[in-house]
C-alpha cells in the first residue's frame, strides 16, 4: 500500500527556515518533520513510500541517499574498491521510498496526478509534508474500504489562534478562554484515495482541496474519519519551536512508535 507525501511545496509562511532546506527536512528533535510522518504510518504498517518533490527536492533527495551513514556505526574501505560495512540496524530497515520530480510550481492535486505511474494498488493514502498527529492510519484505512467510496479525509476540531472573551454589552469581561476548540470540522489530511481519484484531477495547476474534493462531495463520493485527538500543521516558526518544545520535553503525543 503506497503512502504519498506532498514535499514539493516551498513553505514561505517558514521563510526564515525554508531558505534554505525545504519544510519537510525542518527538524523536531534532531529529526525532521517527514521522518515523524512516515514514522506514524510505518506503525500501522504502511512503509511503501512515494515523496512528491518540488522546492529543494534535491535535498530530499540527498537525506535518503546519505541515511544509511549518518544512521549507523560504518566501517569504509578506502580505495578504487571501495566498500563499506554497517555496524547496527536502525528502525526503519524495510522503508521503501520512491523520490519523484513532480516539479517547482506543481499544485497538490497535480503533484498526486504525477506520481500516478508508481500507484499499483486500487487504493492508497496521501498526506502532507507538514503535519503529525497521533493518528491510528491503520484505522482510517480501514474506514475507507468499510464505505467503499473514492476518498477519505481526515478531519480535527480547529482550534482558535486568539483567546476568545464573554463580553457584557457594558465591555465587562465575564469569562475568557485562551485558544478554544471551535465548532465544526477542518481538513487535516491523512487521505486515502481510490485510483479513481485520477479521473478528478486535471493538469499541474490542478488544486486537490479545491476542485476535486469539492466534485467529490457533491457526488457523495466524499467521506471523513473524525479524529478527536492530537493534530498540529508546522506552518509557522512559533509553530515549529512548539513541536519541538514538545518534543524535547517528552510530550509528544504523536510519538506512537516503538522505535
Same mark, same amino acid.
Given at each position: 500500500?503506497?503512502?504519498?507525501?506532498?514535499c514539493?511545496?516551498?513553505g514561505?509562511?517558514?521563510?526564515?527556515?525554508?531558505?534554505?532546506?525545504?519544510?519537510?527536512?525542518?527538524?523536531?528533535?534532531? =529529526?525532521?518533520?517527514?521522518?515523524?510522518?512516515?514514522?506514524?504510518?510505518?506503525? &500501522?504498517?504502511?512503509? #511503501? +513510500?512515494?515523496? /512528491? *518533490? %518540488?522546492? =529543494?527536492g534535491?535535498?530530499?533527495?540527498?537525506?535518503?541517499?546519505?541515511?544509511e &551513514?549518518?544512521?549507523? #556505526? +560504518?566501517?569504509? /574501505? *578506502? %580505495?578504487?574498491?571501495?566498500?563499506?560495512?554497517?555496524?547496527?540496524?536502525?528502525?526503519?530497515?524495510?522503508?521503501?521510498?520512491?523520490?519523484?520530480?513532480?516539479?517547482?510550481?506543481?499544485?497538490?492535486?497535480?503533484?498526486?496526478?504525477?506520481?500516478?505511474?508508481?500507484?499499483?494498488?486500487?487504493?492508497?493514502?496521501?498526506?502532507?509534508?507538514?503535519?503529525?498527529?497521533?493518528?491510528?492510519?491503520?484505522?482510517?484505512?480501514?474506514?475507507?474500504?468499510?464505505?467503499?467510496?473514492?476518498?477519505?479525509?481526515?478531519?480535527?476540531?480547529?482550534?482558535?489562534?486568539?483567546?476568545?472573551?464573554?463580553?457584557?454589552?457594558?465591555?465587562e469581561?465575564?469569562?475568557?478562554?485562551?485558544?478554544?476548540?471551535?465548532?465544526?470540522?477542518?481538513?487535516?489530511?491523512?487521505?486515502?484515495?481510490?485510483?479513481?481519484?485520477?479521473?478528478?484531477?486535471?493538469?499541474?495547476?490542478?488544486?486537490?482541496?479545491?476542485?476535486?474534493?469539492?466534485?467529490?462531495?457533491?457526488?457523495?463520493?466524499?467521506?471523513?474519519?473524525?479524529?478527536?485527538?492530537?493534530?498540529?500543521?508546522?506552518?509557522?516558526?512559533?509553530?515549529?519551536?512548539?513541536?519541538?518544545?514538545?518534543?524535547?520535553?517528552?510530550?509528544?503525543?504523536?510519538?506512537?512508535?516503538?522505535?
Open positions: 500500500m503506497k503512502v504519498v507525501i506532498l514539493g511545496g516551498q514561505t509562511r517558514l521563510r526564515e527556515e525554508t531558505e534554505y532546506r525545504p519544510k519537510p527536512l525542518l527538524e523536531i528533535g534532531g =529529526r525532521p518533520i517527514l521522518w515523524h510522518i512516515m514514522k506514524i504510518y510505518a506503525q &500501522a504498517g504502511f512503509r #511503501d +513510500f512515494v515523496l /512528491c *518533490l %518540488g522546492y =529543494r534535491q535535498m530530499i533527495k540527498e537525506y535518503f541517499l546519505n541515511y &551513514a549518518m544512521n549507523n #556505526d +560504518f566501517t569504509i /574501505c *578506502l %580505495g578504487q574498491q571501495q566498500r563499506i560495512a554497517y555496524h547496527n540496524a536502525h528502525a526503519e530497515q524495510d522503508f521503501n521510498v520512491t523520490m519523484a520530480d513532480t516539479g517547482l510550481e506543481t499544485m497538490t492535486g497535480g503533484r498526486v496526478s504525477i506520481v500516478k505511474k508508481f500507484i499499483d494498488d486500487d487504493n492508497f493514502m496521501v498526506t502532507y509534508g507538514d503535519g503529525v498527529a497521533d493518528l491510528d492510519v491503520r484505522a482510517v484505512f480501514d474506514f475507507h474500504m468499510s464505505h467503499g467510496r473514492v476518498a477519505t479525509v481526515t478531519s480535527v476540531r480547529p482550534t482558535s489562534r486568539f483567546g476568545i472573551l464573554d463580553l457584557s454589552e457594558k465591555g469581561v465575564r469569562g475568557f478562554v485562551e485558544k478554544p476548540q471551535l465548532d465544526g470540522w477542518a481538513n487535516a489530511g491523512f487521505l486515502v484515495f481510490n485510483r479513481r481519484i485520477f479521473d478528478y484531477l486535471s493538469g499541474e495547476s490542478c488544486i486537490l482541496e479545491r476542485e476535486p474534493l469539492e466534485q467529490l462531495a457533491r457526488e457523495g463520493e466524499l467521506m471523513t474519519y473524525r479524529h478527536e485527538g492530537f493534530f498540529y500543521a508546522m506552518d509557522t516558526y512559533r509553530e515549529y519551536l512548539y513541536l519541538n518544545d514538545l518534543w524535547t520535553s517528552g510530550r509528544a503525543p504523536w510519538r506512537i512508535w516503538k522505535s
